[in-house]
């Protein structure tokens, strides 16, 4: 499945941009891929999913500037009100590069030399799955700042990225193998279709396919909270959101756990999932769950404020369902 034919050698990367009313930030996207300084012919696919500011007449404009470059695509529909995966339907089957990138409309690349310096390393290490880089997160209402810590190039372990994508790097620095990407496993789907994330469950197959490498290299903008319909936005804050996210991100781990190829990685994995269900306790306010086995531990390690927090909760339970009530949570 997705095999690279002779037809598609030339096309070293591909490029996959997914765009949605990112009229503000879209002529910088692209406007980054092209600056790439590189010794290999690289493609942009880059869809519009039915935007309704300018988005698609940005892309018509480039397409038709850089033909050679620029894959367009364009929804009448909406595909993520549809609950439809844009990079299921639109990018995997049109991808031609052995290599594929990921960046968001409203991300962009700020080293010329990105493509290059991943592509180079992937080429030189075969038993790399993929390439990825250090990262700037840039806020609307604060300064900017590097978003992992700058200890030097290094492998990514398994243990770091199943705590979460956060705790790694961010997608707009992925240079990956296509097989690894173009083939997604049952548990990335069950990612997309219960918890509206993929990037979590792609940066875990990553690792179990092979070393990735990351490069202490600041070559990716992520702009944190520029659109205000992304799902992401206030996911922390909503909800409902946030139980469909962590409900799941539980469900997608207890699908891996037949990938798994040591014990080692089970145990951390079984651990992930322990947090993870405490933290849905919280969210629900099953307080009286979260200070029992096996969440007692997790509990206790959250520190004096929570635990204070929750025996009040559990000694004045009427009124605690008084407040969740008024806030708009479910009981």
Avoid at 202 to 217: A, N, P, S, T
């Amino acid at each position: 499945m997705n095999e690279v034919t002779n037809e598609q050698t030339d096309c070293r990367v591909s490029v996959l941009c997914a765009a949605f009313n990112h009229e503000e930030f879209l002529r910088e996207t692209l406007d980054s891929f092209l600056a790439q300084k590189t010794d290999f012919p690289f493609e942009v696919l880059v869809n519009d999913d039915a935007s309704t500011d300018g988005t698609a007449e940005i892309i018509r404009e480039y397409a038709e500037k850089y033909p050679e470059i620029i894959r367009p695509f364009y929804q009448k529909e909406n595909l993520y009100s549809r609950r439809m995966n844009v990079y299921d339907l639109v990018f995997f089957p049109a991808a031609r590069g052995r290599y594929i990138a990921v960046c968001e409309g409203d991300d962009y690349w700020c080293d010329p030399e990105k493509l290059q310096r991943q592509v180079s390393f992937l080429d030189a290490h075969p038993d790399y799955s993929a390439c990825v880089h250090n990262s700037i997160g840039q806020f609307s209402d604060q300064p900017d700042r590097v978003l992992f810590a700058q200890d030097g190039d290094r492998d990514i372990p398994f243990e770091q990225v199943i705590r979460g994508m956060s705790h790694a790097y961010h997608t707009s620095s992925i240079l990956a193998r296509r097989e690894y990407i173009l083939d997604p496993p049952d548990y990335r789907n069950i990612a997309y279709l219960q918890g509206y994330f993929t990037d979590y469950a792609v940066g875990v197959r990553l690792c179990l396919e092979g070393k990735v490498r990351f490069l202490d290299r600041n070559m990716s903008v992520y702009r944190i909270g520029s659109n205000p319909s992304a799902w992401s936005r206030g996911v922390g804050q909503e909800y409902g959101k946030l139980k469909r996210f962590v409900s799941g991100e539980i469900a997608m781990l207890q699908a891996l756990k037949p990938h798994l190829q040591t014990a080692e990685q089970l145990e951390v994995t079984e651990q992930v999932i322990l947090e993870r269900e405490y933290e849905l306790l919280y969210i629900e306010g099953r307080v009286d769950e979260m200070v029992k086995p096996p969440y007692d531990r997790i509990h206790r390690s959250m520190g004096r404020g929570r635990v204070i927090s929750t025996e009040l909760k559990r000694s004045f339970p009427h009124l605690h369902r008084l407040y969740r009530r008024k806030r708009g949570y479910e009981d």
